[in-house]
């Protein structure tokens, strides 16, 4: 599974190593989700300060973005004002993108005219009682982590249980009536991203295994159309996200090359057809093979795919936690990107053009 990674073309060609990235094979679903008899809570001590977890709950922020949840659009306008672009999501809700500033860069999730989710990854944004870059000892020195979290939801109960790998990865924390799910960059051990969800859309991601008694919260199909708005709005949050890391980390932007995007997402649905994972394909060939049919002129290229992350922020966080897809999305020779999404397919094609 492992092929070109970057293509130096003409006289001299480089080679090193592709990657890829599953968050779970075609049965991994399946497996994450069972029905079970969750144990009835304790019966807590302190009813204003314990939940169904029956230890003590951390209150809920009094300031920053986490306030928003539950808000209607017109609150959420008010503090942030009109986002840049409206994006439709997999899980019921469409995404308001907030990609003025990428130091402030930020998604909020509205369902039926309220605020549903907030996915904050820039580093200026407020993100109490946690900050963006903060050493992960410090986040578990203030914080309890449980390795399993209840939730009673309208009759039903969830039990979302955490691996080692979640734990020191994306550790979720319950703040009154929230939670926070927390995205750690393993490689500098600080807090990268946070997202803040309420109970119902907790249950519809469902990032974590997940035992339930009762009905099991699914968000609604989708048709092709509306899988298509999906995919466009995941490109372009793929492509924002990648951005937003590379100046985090001292590295200029790259630019929307839209060749590429269309070789990209060649091979996403590719993959998704003929129920494979890798970066060579039987009919269409490796990287190399993919760009020269699109007509892509480069210097250098390089490649990132993943499949079946529940969606961009989770899938590039993903990538910035594996050693080859990080040292692509932060390669500072690359100068341009082109994004490709089909269905929970997703594939990055960096490319360096030739200096003019």
């Given at each position: 599974?492992?092929?070109?990674?970057?293509?130096?073309?003409?006289?001299?060609?480089?080679?090193?190593i592709?990657?890829y990235?599953?968050?779970n094979?075609?049965d991994?679903?399946?497996?994450l989700i069972?029905?079970?008899?969750?144990?009835?809570?304790?019966?807590?001590t302190?009813?204003?300060?314990?939940?169904?977890?029956?230890?003590?709950?951390?209150e809920?922020?009094?300031?920053?973005?986490?306030?928003?949840?539950?808000?209607?659009?017109?609150?959420?306008?008010?503090a942030?004002?009109?986002?840049?672009?409206?994006?439709?999501?997999?899980y019921?809700?469409?995404?308001?993108?907030?990609?003025?500033?990428?130091?402030?860069?930020?998604?909020?999730?509205?369902?039926?005219?309220?605020?549903?989710?907030?996915?904050?990854?820039?580093?200026?944004?407020?993100?109490e009682?946690?900050?963006?870059?903060?050493?992960?000892?410090?986040?578990?020195?203030?914080?309890?982590?449980?390795?399993?979290?209840t939730?009673?939801?309208?009759g039903?109960?969830?039990?979302?249980?955490?691996?080692?790998t979640?734990?020191?990865?994306?550790?979720?924390?319950?703040?009154?009536?929230?939670?926070?799910?927390?995205?750690?960059?393993?490689?500098?051990?600080?807090l990268?991203?946070?997202?803040?969800?309420?109970?119902?859309?907790?249950?519809?991601?469902?990032?974590y295994?997940?035992?339930?008694?009762?009905?099991?919260?699914?968000?609604?199909?989708?048709?092709d159309?509306?899988?298509?708005e999906?995919?466009?709005g995941?490109?372009?949050?793929?492509?924002?996200?990648?951005?937003v890391?590379?100046?985090?980390?001292?590295?200029?932007?790259?630019?929307?090359d839209?060749?590429?995007?269309?070789?990209?997402?060649?091979?996403?649905?590719?993959?998704?057809?003929?129920?494979?994972?890798?970066?060579?394909?039987?009919?269409?060939?490796?990287l190399s093979?993919r760009?020269?049919?699109?007509?892509?002129?480069?210097?250098?290229?390089?490649?990132?795919?993943?499949?079946n992350?529940?969606?961009?922020?989770?899938?590039?966080?993903?990538?910035?936690?594996?050693?080859?897809?990080?040292?692509?999305l932060?390669?500072?020779?690359?100068?341009?990107?082109g994004?490709?999404?089909?269905?929970?397919?997703y594939?990055?094609?960096?490319?360096?053009?030739?200096?003019?």
């Amino acid at each position: 599974m492992k092929t070109l990674l970057r293509i130096l073309i003409l006289s001299t060609v480089f080679l090193t190593i592709g990657f890829y990235v599953s968050q779970n094979n075609s049965d991994y679903k399946d497996s994450l989700i069972r029905e079970e008899p969750v144990p009835a809570p304790e019966e807590p001590t302190q009813p204003d300060q314990r939940g169904t977890t029956g230890y003590e709950i951390p209150e809920r922020p009094v300031k920053g973005l986490s306030t928003l949840i539950g808000k209607n659009v017109a609150e959420v306008e008010k503090a942030l004002g009109k986002p840049q672009r409206i994006d439709k999501s997999s899980y019921d809700y469409d995404w308001y993108i907030y990609n003025h500033s990428l130091d402030k860069y930020l998604q909020v999730g509205i369902l039926d005219n309220k605020a549903v989710t907030i996915y904050a990854i820039g580093r200026e944004t407020s993100v109490e009682p946690f900050s963006i870059g903060k050493p992960l000892e410090e986040i578990f020195t203030s914080f309890a982590i449980h390795t399993n979290i209840t939730i009673e939801y309208e009759g039903n109960a969830y039990r979302l249980d955490l691996t080692d790998t979640d734990v020191n990865t994306m550790p979720l924390i319950q703040l009154g009536d929230i939670y926070a799910q927390l995205y750690i960059d393993r490689f500098t051990g600080s807090l990268s991203s946070v997202r803040f969800l309420d109970a119902e859309t907790l249950i519809k991601m469902r990032p974590y295994e997940v035992a339930y008694r009762g009905t099991l919260i699914e968000p609604r199909e989708l048709g092709d159309e509306e899988w298509q708005e999906v995919e466009m709005g995941a490109e372009k949050q793929i492509f924002d996200l990648t951005n937003v890391l590379r100046i985090r980390h001292g590295l200029e932007p790259v630019k929307w090359d839209e060749k590429t995007a269309q070789a990209a997402y060649g091979h996403s649905l590719d993959m998704y057809e003929t129920n494979t994972f890798s970066h060579v394909s039987k009919k269409y060939g490796n990287l190399s093979d993919r760009l020269k049919k699109a007509r892509v002129v480069y210097q250098s290229a390089g490649e990132n795919i993943a499949a079946n992350y529940i969606d961009s922020p989770a899938v590039v966080e993903g990538w910035l936690n594996s050693k080859g897809h990080r040292e692509t999305l932060l390669d500072k020779d690359f100068t341009h990107l082109g994004v490709g999404v089909y269905r929970k397919y997703y594939t990055q094609n960096f490319i360096q053009k030739w200096l003019e």
